[in-house]
């Protein structure tokens, strides 16, 4: 994550010191299941212990209502997100609908790359299930059991990623697709739509520059690969998953956006 001394005032400084300096890389563990253990135990006494370490480590960010006013949202850019409109950007399920306790798991555990949202990855699981069960008290979205879909299947990444006929094909595609309108030419985030973009609060956004190393949604070829086939609610970014239902593409399309970094991981 960045961290941008110049825009922090005292209370960003705090809550950025205390949460972010454990925050070095390390491997998610795949195989923990986070809804499990939250069946596991006791509901109410769950959002009771969420609601404590909601107000120990969150709410300086997320505010006391989950609006995202917390005191220091005024200093960072993208702001802290909005947990009353339930609409997550970083999810393996399908566009416009809620993500899955693994997926906010995730993003507690990982943060997020290029924003003030810190990597919580020495958090007892315990605490990261009860907090992840406290955030969905903020808005009714998760009492509807339409606003619920499974997952989309993420496969391991084909062998032919990042061969120079991948990455030739996934250009074809990224030009087809009109991926440049937003993302622009070489990938820079300069395309013609580019600033004219806001996300759903009406604040500016900018789309992502593929030259410029790690994504917000994580490092992997398979972060990249969700990010399209799901898009990212409440931003631009739109979900490529019917229009490009061919799986194959979606991977050379990968190919490409790495090879505009110079760079990939597995
Ligand atoms: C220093 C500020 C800060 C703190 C402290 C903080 N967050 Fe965040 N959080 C953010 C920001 C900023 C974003 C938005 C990132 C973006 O939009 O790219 C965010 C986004 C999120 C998201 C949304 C991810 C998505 O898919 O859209 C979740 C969930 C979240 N935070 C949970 C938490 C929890 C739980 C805590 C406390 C354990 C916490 N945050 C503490 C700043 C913070
Ligand atoms: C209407 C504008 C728009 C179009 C079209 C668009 N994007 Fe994006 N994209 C965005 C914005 C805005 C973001 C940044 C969102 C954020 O920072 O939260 C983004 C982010 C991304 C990210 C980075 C996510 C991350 O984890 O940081 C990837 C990858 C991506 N887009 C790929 C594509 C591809 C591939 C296409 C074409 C198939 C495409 N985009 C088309 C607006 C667009």
């Known amino acids: 994550m960045v961290f941008r001394p110049w825009i922090a005032g005292g209370a960003v400084c705090a809550a950025l010191l205390i949460a972010a300096l454990p925050a070095i890389a390390q491997e998610d563990d795949e195989d923990f299941d986070p809804s499990k253990l939250a069946a596991s135990l006791n509901q109410s006494q769950l959002v009771r212990q969420g609601k404590q370490v909601y107000d120990r480590y969150c709410v300086g960010c997320h505010g006391a209502n989950g609006d995202g006013e917390g005191v220091a949202a005024h200093w960072l850019d993208p702001r802290p997100r909005d947990f009353t409109r339930a609409a997550f950007k970083f999810r393996t399920t399908p566009s416009g609908t809620l993500p899955t306790d693994e997926d906010l798991h995730r ?153 505009l970094r110079g760079s990939g991981t597995k």
């Open 107 to 259: 993003t507690i555990s990982r943060g997020v790359f290029r924003s003030s949202m810190p990597a919580w990855f020495l958090m007892a699981e315990t605490e990261k299930v009860a907090v992840i069960q406290y955030i969905k008290t903020f808005s009714d979205r998760w009492s509807d059991p339409d606003e619920y879909e499974p997952p989309i299947f993420i496969p391991d990444p084909p062998d032919f990623v990042g061969s120079p006929e991948s990455v030739a094909r996934g250009k074809e595609l990224y030009d087809l697709m009109r991926c440049h309108n937003c993302h622009g030419e070489t990938g820079r985030g300069d395309g013609p739509s580019a600033p004219t973009l806001t996300d759903d609060k009406g604040r500016r956004i900018i789309p992502f520059d593929f030259t410029s190393g790690v994504l917000k949604g994580g490092p992997g070829l398979k972060d990249i690969y969700r990010t399209f086939s799901t898009g990212l609610d409440g931003t631009p970014m739109p979900s490529y998953y019917d229009s490009l239902p061919n799986g194959e593409d979606r991977w050379h399309l990968v190919s490409y956006i790495v090879s």
